[in-house]
């Protein structure tokens, strides 16, 4: 039952896990903690505590982001014209190259439009060729009547009279070519929105999100696939202008998920938008990564932490040791007045049941942070090296006070602020387990 009235403890003074904290009160008063202590019962209860040795040194500093994947020259296909499908070439997760075709439309229709365009040009063109025709045949008739004219064997009028027509068989000329070339600029629309009806890919990648089926009518609109290259993706993060001020492009990155054997890949920071929301204020950061054996999926949700640098050196604690006093509203750490170099240190382990001490003396000390780091904090006004108190700290209460200690190294202080909600309620679950089983096997 010490076990999880440390982790009570722990918890009541982060402001995390709420709900498991009731779940913890809970199972205390359920436990065989009274039957234990029944002969004690006029004795004052001496808490227990965890505690751990403060370090000195410089404390990384990082930004912890929330990022999101996505596929290298990853894009999204729609139709760009509206007709029926009739074959699909490919499935989720095939392999396609640029250019390579994924989904047939019904063309009839536009090979019949495309056959009409091509029958206008036609006439388009013929319409041209007669037009020139007939402007070489009134050039010629003008060429003879001028000849005539100079010799005085033809009237002025006459001669106006062919120059009139010699102009306008040249307008019609203009005329007839301009339609050509509308015709033609019809017949290369009409086959493209041919070719259309066979959408392809704009790059090589991995098909994925299908929504394509035989006998669906799409358009313009309607998302039909997404493709990219899976052998590298990007991790995008938001940075706000505040962050602008202290993060850079270069800087080293650590990406975290479930999904990496190793649980955590390192990368440097590739790009920073510098443009930014007009309304949020805020701007976007890219992450290049290789993704050879694709365990980063495209859409996953990955933390994303930036090390932007190091705080002075001064003495490191854990974050859980940083106390509010509810007496004078400081905040500070309850420091060991006795040294526990002596008492070995449990190894870590997945918990930590190693004995208790004799009760030893605490003090609160009030300190000034200089950093806070994910996982601990900067600090003056404690020694490097003192034991500080990192969960249990409302059970000792006031400015000094008496407790049961077991030490225990970073690595577990680490765990135990890393636990997410649903992992510290299956220990509870399964210590309260195992507790019942041992109860039931000593009553036999």
Not at 210 to 238: C, H, K, Q, W, Y
Not at 351 to 378: K, N, Y
């Amino acid at each position: 039952m010490t076990q999880l009235s440390l982790i009570r403890n722990h918890f009541s003074i982060t402001g995390y896990f709420l709900l498991v904290i009731l779940l913890y009160s809970l199972l205390a008063g359920c436990s065989g903690t009274e039957n234990r202590n029944s002969g004690n019962a006029g004795e004052r209860l001496i808490p227990a505590v965890e505690a751990v040795q403060a370090r000195y040194g410089a404390l990384p500093l990082t930004e912890r982001l929330s990022g999101v994947t996505r596929a290298w020259n990853q894009v999204e296909l729609y139709p760009q014209i509206s007709a029926p499908i009739v074959k699909v070439y490919v499935q989720n997760g095939d392999l396609v190259a640029f250019d390579d075709p994924l989904v047939q439309l019904r063309d009839a229709e536009f090979r019949e439009q495309l056959k009409q365009a091509e029958a206008n040009y036609q006439v388009a063109l013929a319409q041209a060729r007669q037009a020139d025709a007939e402007l070489k045949r009134i050039e010629s008739e003008l060429k003879r009547v001028t000849s005539l004219a100079e010799k005085d064997l033809v009237s002025p009028t006459e001669l106006e009279n062919i120059q009139t027509k010699a102009i306008a068989a040249e307008a019609d000329v203009e005329l007839f070519q301009a339609r050509v070339n509308q015709a033609q600029a019809v017949v290369d629309q009409r086959k493209e929105e041919l070719s259309r009806t066979v959408m392809r890919a704009p790059v090589d990648g991995t098909i994925g999100n299908r929504n394509a089926e035989i006998g669906m009518m799409v358009g313009p609109g309607m998302r039909l696939f997404t493709l990219g290259e899976l052998d590298s993706v990007r991790v995008e993060v938001i940075l706000t202008d505040q962050m602008l001020n202290y993060i850079e492009i270069g800087q080293r990155t650590e990406i975290r998920t479930a999904n990496l054997p190793s649980g955590v890949m390192t990368a440097s920071l590739s790009r920073i938008s510098p443009f930014l929301h007009p309304v949020t204020h805020s701007t976007e950061a890219e992450i290049d990564l290789a993704n050879l054996e694709h365990y980063l999926k495209p859409g996953m949700f990955v933390t994303v932490d930036i090390h932007y640098g190091e705080s002075e050196k001064a003495t490191l604690v854990p974050l859980s040791a940083l106390y509010e006093n509810p007496l004078t509203g400081g905040t500070g750490l309850y420091v060991s007045r006795d040294t526990l170099d002596r008492i070995p240190v449990e190894p870590f382990g997945h918990s930590q049941t190693g004995g208790l001490t004799d009760p030893i003396p605490f003090e609160f000390v009030p300190v000034e942070i200089i950093a806070r780091g994910r996982m601990s904090a900067g600090i003056r006004g404690v020694k490097p090296e003192s034991w500080v108190v990192t969960i249990g700290q409302d059970l000792l209460g006031g400015e000094s006070g008496q407790a049961k200690v077991r030490p225990v190294n970073w690595k577990w202080v680490e765990y135990l602020q890393n636990l997410q909600r649903e992992d510290l309620m299956m220990e509870v679950i399964q210590e309260r387990r195992v507790a019942k089983k041992d109860s039931v096997g000593s009553d036999i």
